[in-house]
């Protein structure tokens, strides 16, 4: 090699030498946060999730509770839950997007001395990760959520999940009365207000303990009198301005995806003929709040409801015009801001208590029957239906003591309100009674299923991980029992 090419080799490697060491430096940019702050991921811990799991409770748990019929697309109606990829694959993302998001808030938190965000992001993460057990039952848990530091999380147990869902909610109360509040902003979901967020993170806990009663080793029985009977430690949601709702202002991008879809399916949305019984045995008025009456008035004056899981073909000509002889639902549910996202309601803690104290696990001074009572009342109010003088009073309404009569209105109640919980309802008590359409004897032998199948890209990214989580809870099929169920 001649001198020139060795002059030439040797100054184009003391440029590499000093771009190398200034790349950190040229690809760093100056204007953008070095470190994450709580109050700007608070929102997106809160938001990010919301519409995915409203898609997934309108075109999934609404029809496995048989509340209505999509008759245009009823696959999943019909149990064919290989057709809900998108779906499943959305809200997994999305969940673990927000729990994400929550782990490094609860870091930035910690190390900023905001006591609130990481009470928030603790019982935001409490909530995805007891819907994502409630959803696929083993999932992702401790592991998940931790970026470049692990790309392949294993799978914890349910009972692992649950565990920690309810010790997050606890500390979470206790972190929520030790700090000074949202002093940074940020909190779109109650304004600021940390004695609201106390109140949800301890009624999901009610509501979690209650959905585990069935195995002795959580001890449902006394965590629960032990909250109910201490209200000054642990608040609860007491009425609907308390409950733990998110607002949609109908501006985008804070719109429902319920709203957008009801615009275009409103065709094809009908009533069901499970929840029409219901409305039929006792004149409720709240059927004509979500309904509209057939059309057809001359041939269908009254409420028609279609069967659930029978062949779309038999469902798009129910009645033999399914969108003018059936019931659909009402049209005021294509305004924006009305149908907000509800992650739990004050008539579902009215109707815990109830079922606390016909099982005598709480002494309070209030009956079974007032906690009843006030679970229906809230519910009306809360959709702002006048209830009938009497109501309360009718054969097929007074409370009887019984968990059937109390879970047909928690039912009632679940509509447009998280029914994911009712699905999870169902699965703990078998109540109310559902009846399987008529394809379900193919597809899962006449049962109700009580998950649905890992996303897809879960499959083929995480395969080792996938294959022992699936495998831990007897395959990846939609009927397999849930830890807390009998």
């Avoid at 999934?60 to 008759?71: G, K, W």
């Avoid at 009365?177 to 902003?185: D, M, N, R, V």
């Avoid at 001359?298 to 399914?322: C, D, L, T």
Wanted: hydrophobic content about 40%; charged content about 15%; some cysteine.
């Amino acid at each position: 090699m001649n001198k020139a090419k060795i002059l030439g080799v040797f100054v184009v490697m003391l440029v590499i030498a000093s771009c190398t060491k200034k790349f950190e430096e040229l690809n760093t940019n100056t204007n953008a946060p070095t470190e994450n702050n709580p109050a700007t991921l608070l929102p997106s811990v809160i938001f990010e999730p919301i519409n995915d799991h409203i898609n997934l409770q309108t075109w999934l748990t609404d029809q496995i509770m048989q509340y209505y019929v999509r008759r245009n697309d009823n696959q999943l109606d019909a149990y064919d839950f290989a057709t809900g990829s998108a779906f499943f694959n959305a809200i997994w993302l999305k969940n673990y997007s927000a729990i994400s998001n929550a782990n490094d808030m609860i870091k930035a938190a910690k190390e900023s001395g905001l006591g609130a965000y990481e009470a928030a992001a603790k019982t935001m993460r409490a909530y995805y990760m007891a819907t994502n057990t409630e959803l696929w039952i083993d999932a992702p848990g401790a592991e998940a959520g931790l970026g470049i530091n692990n790309t392949n999380p294993a799978y914890d147990k349910q009972q692992t999940i649950y565990t920690n869902v309810l010790k997050e909610l606890k500390e979470a109360n206790t972190m929520f009365a030790a700090s000074a509040g949202f002093t940074a902003g940020g909190d779109v979901l109650f304004k600021g207000d940390v004695m609201k967020w106390r109140k949800l993170a301890n009624s999901l806990r009610l509501r979690y303990l209650l959905r585990l009663s069935n195995r002795t080793e959580v001890n449902a029985p006394t965590e629960i009198n032990a909250i109910v009977s201490n209200p000054t430690t642990y608040p609860i949601i007491n009425n609907n301005s308390e409950a733990g709702v998110y607002d949609f202002t109908g501006t985008s991008p804070n719109i429902s995806s319920f709203a957008v879809q009801a615009i275009t399916v409103f065709s094809g949305l009908s009533m069901s003929k499970r929840i029409l019984q219901v409305y039929e045995s006792y004149d409720d008025p709240r059927v004509d709040f979500f309904f509209r009456k057939p059309t057809n008035t001359a041939q269908f004056p009254n409420h028609e409801g279609v069967p659930n899981g029978i062949p779309r073909e038999q469902a798009q000509s129910w009645n033999g015009n399914g969108d003018a002889n059936t019931s659909l639902l009402t049209t005021r549910f294509v305004n924006n801001g009305l149908l907000d996202y509800t992650i739990i309601s004050n008539a579902e803690v009215k109707f815990i208590l109830a079922e606390a104290a016909m099982k005598n696990w709480i002494i309070t001074g209030t009956s079974a029957k007032q906690y009843y009572d006030a679970g229906i009342t809230a519910n009306f109010s809360q959709w702002g239906i006048d209830m009938p003088a009497g109501f309360l009073d009718l054969p097929a309404v007074a409370w009887n003591n019984t968990l059937a009569r109390l879970m047909d209105q928690k039912w009632m109640a679940f509509f447009l309100n998280n029914t994911v919980e009712a699905w999870g309802e169902y699965k703990r008590t078998g109540l109310p009674n559902l009846t399987p359409g008529a394809l379900a004897s193919t597809v899962t032998g006449g049962k109700v299923p009580t998950r649905i199948f890992y996303p897809t890209l879960e499959q083929s990214i995480n395969s080792v991980n996938y294959k022992a989580g699936s495998a831990s809870i007897g395959g990846d099929i939609i009927t397999a029992k849930q830890w807390y169920q009998n």
